[in-house]
């Protein structure tokens, strides 16, 4: 028996006036054939950058993370053209160079879009 696919949770946030949908880290997590963990990992290991993004946060906690479908197609670009597969380990590529590159555009964006709000 397989188990049951989780699908996100799909949060509405104004970017630059308009509604973008985003989704937590497990739908990143679901894209890439890695868990959860992995992806915190990357981050705080700067493979990943940070989100852009994050709920409304808690008192106890920061929010969660959120990503947009750009945020997400970059990272399985970049996944996908470095040839990464699930299960296999990221060293000795060239990923973080390319989700730094790809993200980094994309916030640049983002950034400019928030300010005209």
Not at 12 to 40: E, F, H
Not at 68 to 75: C, K, S
Request: net charge positive; proline share 7%.
């Amino acid at each position: 028996m397989s188990k049951p696919v989780r699908v996100p949770k799909v949060v509405m946030k104004s970017v630059g006036g308009a509604m973008v949908p985003m989704y937590p880290i497990g739908a990143l997590a679901l894209r890439v054939n890695r868990d959860v963990l992995t992806i915190r990992r990357w981050e705080h290991l700067g493979i990943i950058p940070q989100p852009m993004f994050r709920d409304t946060p808690t008192c106890k906690q920061k929010g969660r993370r959120l990503y947009t479908r750009e945020e997400i197609d970059a990272i399985v670009s970049a996944a996908q053209e470095c040839g990464i597969k699930p299960r296999e380990s990221i060293a000795n590529t060239r990923f973080a160079e390319s989700v730094a590159k790809k993200i980094t555009e994309l916030h640049v964006r983002y950034g400019a879009m928030q300010k005209h709000e």
